[in-house]
Protein backbone atom coordinates (compact mmCIF):
# COMPACT_ATOMS: atom_id res chain seq x y z
CA UNK A 1 0.00 0.00 0.00
CA UNK A 2 1.34 3.43 -1.10
CA UNK A 3 1.76 5.97 1.81
CA UNK A 4 2.53 9.32 2.24
CA UNK A 5 3.24 11.51 5.24
CA UNK A 6 1.99 14.70 6.62
CA UNK A 7 2.56 16.44 9.21
CA UNK A 8 0.77 14.00 11.75
CA UNK A 9 2.57 11.25 10.93
CA UNK A 10 1.94 8.56 8.03
CA UNK A 11 -1.34 8.43 6.52
CA UNK A 12 -2.82 6.61 3.48
CA UNK A 13 -1.99 7.89 0.08
CA UNK A 14 -5.13 8.19 -2.05
CA UNK A 15 -3.84 7.58 -5.33
CA UNK A 16 -6.93 8.60 -6.92
CA UNK A 17 -6.79 11.89 -5.18
CA UNK A 18 -3.31 12.39 -6.92
CA UNK A 19 -4.38 11.54 -9.61
CA UNK A 20 -7.07 14.54 -9.62
CA UNK A 21 -4.18 16.67 -8.69
CA UNK A 22 -2.20 15.84 -11.82
CA UNK A 23 -4.94 16.64 -13.94
CA UNK A 24 -6.04 19.53 -11.92
CA UNK A 25 -2.16 21.11 -12.73
CA UNK A 26 -2.18 19.90 -16.45
CA UNK A 27 -5.52 21.97 -17.33
CA UNK A 28 -4.16 24.86 -15.40
CA UNK A 29 -1.68 24.41 -17.62
CA UNK A 30 -3.80 24.08 -20.82
CA UNK A 31 -6.50 26.89 -20.09
CA UNK A 32 -4.27 28.97 -21.11
CA UNK A 33 -3.46 27.59 -24.04
CA UNK A 34 -7.29 27.05 -24.77
CA UNK A 35 -8.29 30.28 -25.87
CA UNK A 36 -5.40 30.86 -28.44
CA UNK A 37 -6.67 27.21 -29.94
CA UNK A 38 -10.28 28.27 -29.98
CA UNK A 39 -11.33 25.64 -27.36
CA UNK A 40 -13.36 28.63 -25.47
CA UNK A 41 -16.41 29.22 -26.65
CA UNK A 42 -19.72 30.85 -25.00
CA UNK A 43 -23.37 29.52 -25.73
CA UNK A 44 -26.53 31.11 -24.63
CA UNK A 45 -30.17 30.45 -22.62
CA UNK A 46 -33.02 31.83 -23.24
CA UNK A 47 -34.61 33.65 -20.28
CA UNK A 48 -38.38 34.46 -20.86
CA UNK A 49 -41.12 35.76 -19.31
CA UNK A 50 -43.42 33.81 -17.49
CA UNK A 51 -46.86 34.82 -18.30
CA UNK A 52 -46.34 34.35 -21.92
CA UNK A 53 -43.22 32.67 -22.78
CA UNK A 54 -41.94 35.73 -24.77
CA UNK A 55 -38.02 35.74 -24.97
CA UNK A 56 -36.30 38.76 -23.00
CA UNK A 57 -32.88 38.08 -22.75
CA UNK A 58 -30.28 35.38 -22.93
CA UNK A 59 -27.42 34.19 -20.74
CA UNK A 60 -24.28 33.81 -21.60
CA UNK A 61 -22.56 30.38 -20.50
CA UNK A 62 -18.69 29.55 -21.22
CA UNK A 63 -17.95 26.34 -22.59
CA UNK A 64 -14.04 24.81 -23.02
CA UNK A 65 -14.17 21.99 -25.57
CA UNK A 66 -10.65 20.34 -24.65
CA UNK A 67 -8.94 17.91 -27.73
CA UNK A 68 -8.79 14.91 -25.40
CA UNK A 69 -11.52 15.52 -22.63
CA UNK A 70 -14.15 17.03 -24.76
CA UNK A 71 -16.89 19.50 -23.43
CA UNK A 72 -15.77 20.96 -20.22
CA UNK A 73 -18.20 22.00 -17.92
CA UNK A 74 -17.48 25.67 -16.33
CA UNK A 75 -18.90 24.08 -13.07
CA UNK A 76 -14.69 21.96 -12.93
CA UNK A 77 -13.17 24.87 -14.65
CA UNK A 78 -13.90 27.95 -13.65
CA UNK A 79 -12.46 27.09 -10.59
CA UNK A 80 -9.25 26.15 -11.66
CA UNK A 81 -9.18 29.80 -14.13
CA UNK A 82 -10.02 31.39 -10.70
CA UNK A 83 -7.04 29.55 -9.17
CA UNK A 84 -4.26 30.32 -11.96
CA UNK A 85 -5.25 33.63 -12.62
CA UNK A 86 -6.59 33.22 -16.13
CA UNK A 87 -10.50 34.44 -15.15
CA UNK A 88 -9.74 37.65 -15.31
CA UNK A 89 -8.47 37.31 -19.10
CA UNK A 90 -11.44 34.48 -19.83
CA UNK A 91 -14.34 37.50 -18.29
CA UNK A 92 -12.28 39.47 -20.32
CA UNK A 93 -13.21 37.77 -23.56
CA UNK A 94 -16.43 36.38 -22.56
CA UNK A 95 -17.42 40.00 -22.02
CA UNK A 96 -16.40 41.00 -25.45
CA UNK A 97 -17.64 37.87 -27.25
CA UNK A 98 -21.16 38.04 -25.82
CA UNK A 99 -21.26 42.14 -26.53
CA UNK A 100 -20.10 41.65 -29.91
CA UNK A 101 -22.76 38.37 -30.42
CA UNK A 102 -25.37 40.38 -29.41
CA UNK A 103 -24.94 42.89 -32.00
CA UNK A 104 -25.71 40.07 -34.44
CA UNK A 105 -28.84 39.64 -33.48
CA UNK A 106 -32.11 41.10 -34.99
CA UNK A 107 -33.89 41.76 -31.78
CA UNK A 108 -32.66 44.67 -28.55
CA UNK A 109 -33.12 41.78 -25.97
CA UNK A 110 -30.39 41.73 -23.11
CA UNK A 111 -26.92 39.45 -22.39
CA UNK A 112 -26.20 38.61 -19.06
CA UNK A 113 -22.90 37.60 -18.55
CA UNK A 114 -21.26 36.11 -15.07
CA UNK A 115 -18.33 37.97 -13.08
CA UNK A 116 -16.08 36.35 -10.72
CA UNK A 117 -15.43 38.01 -7.82
CA UNK A 118 -11.90 37.89 -8.85
CA UNK A 119 -12.78 40.09 -12.12
CA UNK A 120 -13.47 42.97 -9.03
CA UNK A 121 -10.40 42.32 -6.91
CA UNK A 122 -7.41 41.34 -9.04
CA UNK A 123 -9.07 42.53 -12.28
CA UNK A 124 -10.34 45.78 -13.69
CA UNK A 125 -14.10 44.62 -14.49
CA UNK A 126 -15.23 48.36 -14.18
CA UNK A 127 -12.99 48.82 -17.56
CA UNK A 128 -13.22 45.54 -19.25
CA UNK A 129 -16.85 46.35 -19.08
CA UNK A 130 -16.62 49.90 -20.66
CA UNK A 131 -14.06 48.27 -23.76
CA UNK A 132 -15.94 45.84 -24.65
CA UNK A 133 -19.43 48.13 -24.88
CA UNK A 134 -17.25 50.75 -26.58
CA UNK A 135 -15.83 48.26 -29.22
CA UNK A 136 -18.66 46.27 -30.21
CA UNK A 137 -21.03 49.41 -30.30
CA UNK A 138 -23.83 47.84 -27.90
CA UNK A 139 -26.35 49.99 -26.00
CA UNK A 140 -24.95 49.33 -22.52
CA UNK A 141 -28.74 49.01 -21.18
CA UNK A 142 -28.73 45.52 -23.24
CA UNK A 143 -25.89 44.14 -21.04
CA UNK A 144 -26.34 42.35 -17.57
CA UNK A 145 -23.87 41.39 -15.49
CA UNK A 146 -24.42 38.35 -12.62
CA UNK A 147 -22.22 38.98 -9.75
CA UNK A 148 -22.77 36.23 -6.97
CA UNK A 149 -22.88 36.72 -3.19
CA UNK A 150 -19.22 35.55 -2.42
CA UNK A 151 -18.08 39.37 -4.52
CA UNK A 152 -19.66 41.11 -1.52
CA UNK A 153 -16.61 39.24 1.03
CA UNK A 154 -13.64 40.62 -0.14
CA UNK A 155 -14.61 44.18 -0.06
CA UNK A 156 -11.36 45.75 0.17
CA UNK A 157 -11.24 46.83 -3.49
CA UNK A 158 -14.18 49.65 -2.81
CA UNK A 159 -16.88 47.47 -4.54
CA UNK A 160 -19.29 49.70 -3.92
CA UNK A 161 -17.74 52.23 -5.75
CA UNK A 162 -16.81 49.52 -8.74
CA UNK A 163 -20.65 48.66 -9.01
CA UNK A 164 -21.96 52.11 -8.69
CA UNK A 165 -19.25 52.87 -11.73
CA UNK A 166 -20.61 49.98 -14.08
CA UNK A 167 -24.33 51.16 -12.79
CA UNK A 168 -23.11 54.65 -14.26
CA UNK A 169 -22.15 52.96 -18.02
CA UNK A 170 -25.52 52.12 -17.97
CA UNK A 171 -25.42 48.34 -17.65
CA UNK A 172 -28.01 45.90 -15.31
CA UNK A 173 -26.61 43.95 -12.31
CA UNK A 174 -28.38 40.37 -11.05
CA UNK A 175 -27.14 38.62 -8.20
CA UNK A 176 -26.85 34.87 -8.89
CA UNK A 177 -27.59 31.65 -7.39
CA UNK A 178 -29.69 33.26 -4.48
CA UNK A 179 -30.58 31.33 -1.49
CA UNK A 180 -27.56 29.30 -1.82
CA UNK A 181 -25.02 31.61 -0.33
CA UNK A 182 -25.18 33.87 2.52
CA UNK A 183 -28.06 35.51 1.34
CA UNK A 184 -27.95 38.42 3.84
CA UNK A 185 -30.79 40.67 3.45
CA UNK A 186 -28.38 43.47 3.97
CA UNK A 187 -26.76 43.12 0.35
CA UNK A 188 -30.10 43.87 -1.20
CA UNK A 189 -30.12 46.81 0.35
CA UNK A 190 -26.22 48.12 -0.09
CA UNK A 191 -25.50 47.24 -3.30
CA UNK A 192 -27.65 48.70 -7.14
CA UNK A 193 -29.30 45.31 -7.93
CA UNK A 194 -31.63 45.71 -10.65
CA UNK A 195 -32.27 41.56 -10.59
CA UNK A 196 -32.60 38.72 -8.05
CA UNK A 197 -31.78 35.09 -9.65
CA UNK A 198 -33.49 32.65 -7.30
CA UNK A 199 -31.26 29.88 -7.52
CA UNK A 200 -32.68 26.46 -9.43
CA UNK A 201 -32.88 24.46 -5.91
CA UNK A 202 -35.92 26.24 -4.94
CA UNK A 203 -37.79 25.29 -8.19
CA UNK A 204 -36.61 21.97 -8.57
CA UNK A 205 -38.95 20.46 -5.77
CA UNK A 206 -41.33 23.19 -6.18
CA UNK A 207 -44.43 21.22 -6.65
CA UNK A 208 -44.43 18.83 -4.04
CA UNK A 209 -42.49 20.61 -1.43
CA UNK A 210 -44.61 23.21 0.98
CA UNK A 211 -41.19 24.81 2.44
CA UNK A 212 -39.85 25.57 -1.37
CA UNK A 213 -42.88 27.09 -2.11
CA UNK A 214 -42.79 29.42 1.19
CA UNK A 215 -39.38 30.73 0.39
CA UNK A 216 -40.43 31.41 -3.10
CA UNK A 217 -43.21 33.22 -2.28
CA UNK A 218 -41.14 35.59 0.45
CA UNK A 219 -38.64 36.06 -1.85
CA UNK A 220 -40.98 37.16 -4.72
CA UNK A 221 -42.49 39.52 -2.16
CA UNK A 222 -38.71 40.62 -1.25
CA UNK A 223 -38.56 41.66 -4.58
CA UNK A 224 -41.68 43.50 -5.11
CA UNK A 225 -40.84 45.68 -1.91
CA UNK A 226 -37.03 46.63 -3.15
CA UNK A 227 -38.60 46.63 -7.20
CA UNK A 228 -35.60 44.50 -8.01
CA UNK A 229 -36.62 42.08 -10.94
CA UNK A 230 -37.20 38.66 -10.28
CA UNK A 231 -36.10 35.67 -12.57
CA UNK A 232 -36.01 31.81 -11.29
CA UNK A 233 -33.38 29.58 -12.53
CA UNK A 234 -33.74 25.41 -13.84
CA UNK A 235 -37.47 25.63 -15.06
CA UNK A 236 -38.11 22.79 -16.17
CA UNK A 237 -41.72 21.75 -15.86
CA UNK A 238 -44.91 23.62 -17.33
CA UNK A 239 -46.33 22.92 -13.37
CA UNK A 240 -43.27 24.97 -12.65
CA UNK A 241 -43.90 27.68 -14.81
CA UNK A 242 -47.60 27.87 -14.00
CA UNK A 243 -46.72 28.22 -10.23
CA UNK A 244 -44.46 30.83 -10.68
CA UNK A 245 -46.50 33.24 -13.21
CA UNK A 246 -48.96 32.46 -10.84
CA UNK A 247 -47.57 33.99 -7.55
CA UNK A 248 -46.39 36.91 -9.46
CA UNK A 249 -42.31 36.08 -10.45
CA UNK A 250 -41.47 37.71 -13.85
CA UNK A 251 -38.81 35.80 -15.66
CA UNK A 252 -37.45 32.14 -16.09
CA UNK A 253 -34.65 30.61 -17.31
CA UNK A 254 -34.16 26.24 -18.02
CA UNK A 255 -34.61 23.33 -20.19
CA UNK A 256 -38.58 24.33 -20.55
CA UNK A 257 -37.82 27.21 -22.15
CA UNK A 258 -34.48 26.37 -24.02
CA UNK A 259 -30.51 24.88 -23.91
CA UNK A 260 -27.67 26.85 -23.85
CA UNK A 261 -27.06 27.18 -27.67
CA UNK A 262 -24.22 28.39 -29.68
CA UNK A 263 -24.51 31.78 -31.47
CA UNK A 264 -25.69 30.75 -34.78
CA UNK A 265 -28.84 28.62 -33.13
CA UNK A 266 -29.52 31.81 -31.12
CA UNK A 267 -29.66 34.14 -33.71
CA UNK A 268 -31.64 32.12 -35.74
CA UNK A 269 -34.07 31.58 -33.27
CA UNK A 270 -34.59 35.30 -32.28
CA UNK A 271 -34.58 36.02 -36.32
CA UNK A 272 -37.45 33.58 -37.07
CA UNK A 273 -39.22 34.81 -33.87
CA UNK A 274 -39.66 31.18 -32.66
CA UNK A 275 -40.16 30.94 -28.76
P1 LIG B 1 -25.16 29.89 -13.38
O1 LIG B 1 -24.71 31.26 -13.75
O2 LIG B 1 -26.06 29.76 -12.21
O3 LIG B 1 -25.81 29.28 -14.71
C1 LIG B 1 -26.90 28.42 -14.73
C2 LIG B 1 -26.48 26.99 -14.92
O4 LIG B 1 -27.64 26.16 -14.85
C3 LIG B 1 -25.84 26.70 -16.29
O5 LIG B 1 -24.88 25.67 -16.11
C4 LIG B 1 -27.04 26.17 -17.08
O6 LIG B 1 -26.68 25.37 -18.18
C5 LIG B 1 -27.76 25.37 -16.02
N1 LIG B 1 -29.19 25.22 -16.32
C6 LIG B 1 -29.98 26.06 -17.02
N2 LIG B 1 -31.25 25.64 -17.06
C7 LIG B 1 -31.29 24.48 -16.37
C8 LIG B 1 -32.36 23.55 -16.06
O7 LIG B 1 -33.51 23.71 -16.44
N3 LIG B 1 -32.02 22.47 -15.29
C9 LIG B 1 -30.74 22.26 -14.86
N4 LIG B 1 -30.51 21.17 -14.14
N5 LIG B 1 -29.71 23.12 -15.14
C10 LIG B 1 -29.99 24.22 -15.88
P2 LIG B 1 -23.44 25.76 -16.76
O8 LIG B 1 -23.51 26.33 -18.14
O9 LIG B 1 -22.79 24.42 -16.57
O10 LIG B 1 -22.70 26.84 -15.85
C11 LIG B 1 -22.40 26.57 -14.50
C12 LIG B 1 -21.89 27.78 -13.80
O11 LIG B 1 -20.62 28.19 -14.31
C13 LIG B 1 -22.77 29.02 -13.97
O12 LIG B 1 -23.87 28.94 -13.09
C14 LIG B 1 -21.81 30.13 -13.64
O13 LIG B 1 -21.71 30.29 -12.23
C15 LIG B 1 -20.49 29.59 -14.14
N6 LIG B 1 -20.17 30.24 -15.43
C16 LIG B 1 -20.67 30.00 -16.66
N7 LIG B 1 -20.13 30.83 -17.57
C17 LIG B 1 -19.27 31.63 -16.90
C18 LIG B 1 -18.40 32.73 -17.29
O14 LIG B 1 -18.32 33.15 -18.46
N8 LIG B 1 -17.65 33.32 -16.28
C19 LIG B 1 -17.73 32.88 -14.99
N9 LIG B 1 -16.97 33.52 -14.07
N10 LIG B 1 -18.53 31.88 -14.60
C20 LIG B 1 -19.30 31.25 -15.54
MG1 LIG C 1 -25.40 33.03 -14.04
MG1 LIG D 1 -27.27 30.82 -11.19
MG1 LIG E 1 -25.70 28.15 -10.44
Known sequence: ??????????????????????????????LWRALE?????????????????????????????????GQISPGDFVQIAEANGFVEKLGQWVLWRACDDAMSWAEPITVAVNVSP????????VSDVAQ???????????????????????????????LNDLKALGVTLALDDFGTGYSSFGYLAKFPLDKLKLDQMFVRNLTDSASSQAIIRSVRSLCEGLSITMICEGVETEAQR?????????QGQGYLFGRPQ?????????????L
Open 1 to 30: EARAINGSGWTRFDPAASDRITRWREMERE
Open 37 to 69: RNEISVTYQPQVALKDRRLIGVEALVRWNHPQL
Open 118 to 125: LQFTRGDV
Open 132 to 162: ALAQSNLPPDRLQLEITESTFLDQSGDLVRK
Open 242 to 250: AFLAEIGCE
Open 262 to 274: DNDAIRDMIGSGR
